[in-house]
């Protein structure tokens, strides 16, 4: 009786072990065909992948775009006649400066105006109002060349 209850156990334990090799095959077999239908589905959907990602780097370049605008029309809110004031212009020029050379995308396209934030930082005497009106339209006007170059690039 012990003998049958042994040779029953082996083969129960065969057919389990099968049992798992099959299911262990269907899984594998399940895996490439899945694979498959994603690299195929990446292949046939490049160029919609591709811009979906260009979206998302072009949405970054944009917040970075709407900040520095905003500290622009910050610097109008100061005069370099007033001492304290002219401080403020100082910090707000440092953290505009900062935020070009951060940004390598924007870095390239800003680096005159960076040399002449960089000129007034280390010698604020220099920096007038007049010469601060005039970093400021040139400011803006250069980010806002870029920000329409960058819509033209979404829209491409």
Do not use: H
């Not at 072009?58 to 001492?83: C, G, H, M, V």
């Not at 930082?121 to 109002?129: A, R, V």
């Amino acid at each position: 009786m012990l003998d049958y209850q042994l040779e029953l156990k082996k083969i129960i334990m065969d057919i389990i072990k099968q049992i798992d090799f099959g299911i262990n095959l269907v899984a594998n077999v399940f895996t490439v065909v899945a694979s498959g239908i994603a690299v195929y589905i990446f292949l046939i959907n490049k160029e919609k992948l591709s811009t979906a990602i260009n979206l998302l780097l072009n949405y970054s370049k944009q917040l970075t775009l709407s900040e520095l605008k905003f500290k622009i029309e910050r610097l109008n809110d100061f005069t370099t006649n007033d001492a304290d004031q002219k401080k403020e212009v100082i910090n707000i020029l440092s953290e505009i400066e900062g935020q070009i050379i951060g940004n390598k995308k924007i870095k390239s396209d800003l680096e005159p105006q960076s040399k002449k934030i960089n000129e007034f930082i280390e010698n604020s005497k220099t920096l007038t109002e007049p010469k601060k009106r005039s970093l400021v339209s040139e400011l803006r006007e250069s980010v806002r060349n870029i920000d329409v170059a960058n819509y033209n690039n979404i829209i491409k």
